[in-house]
């Protein structure tokens, strides 16, 4: 019914387009594997299970909070609803300090304990991320 090339060249489009959807599932898959979830405390205290994943929570540096000592730096991020102690152990960026935004990335240990590895300092006066500002209601 059909022709050779016709045949040929369904045959070439059948291949191209599982090769397309292969790849972008492949990206998508690899992806997945790579993102780090944004958590305010309030979203941490509302969790219902605790996930061992790496995680990111946000929001601002309680005042008064920040107790520094040879290990390990202990302090406590807030949204002004919630509140979540977290331990670092490692150099902290020159622009993290009290009132001020913070991300802390590592992993949650439990509602009310964050063990961190990577800290992410605000580095702008007014600047805040999208994320933050949403999650603390700010416009």
Do not use: W
């Not at 191209?16 to 993102?35: G, H, Q």
């Not at 152990?89 to 990577?118: C, I």
Request: aromatic residues 10%.
């Amino acid at each position: 019914m059909y022709g050779k090339k016709v045949k040929l060249r369904i045959l070439f489009l059948v291949i191209l387009l599982s090769s397309i959807v292969l790849t972008i599932f492949l990206v998508l898959k690899s992806l997945e594997e790579n993102v780090i979830y944004f958590l305010s405390p309030t979203d941490v205290k509302n969790l219902n299970e605790i996930k061992y994943d790496k995680i990111r929570v946000g929001g601002m540096v309680k005042n008064n909070s920040v107790k520094i000592n040879s290990q390990k730096i202990t302090f406590i991020i807030t949204d002004f609803k919630n509140e979540i102690n977290v331990t670092y152990s490692g150099l902290v960026p020159n622009l993290f300090q009290e009132d001020k935004g913070v991300v802390a990335e590592g992993f949650l240990k439990d509602k009310n304990y964050f063990k961190a590895e990577k800290i992410l300092a605000k580095h702008d006066e007014n600047y805040m991320p999208p994320e933050i500002k949403e999650k603390l209601g700010e416009k």
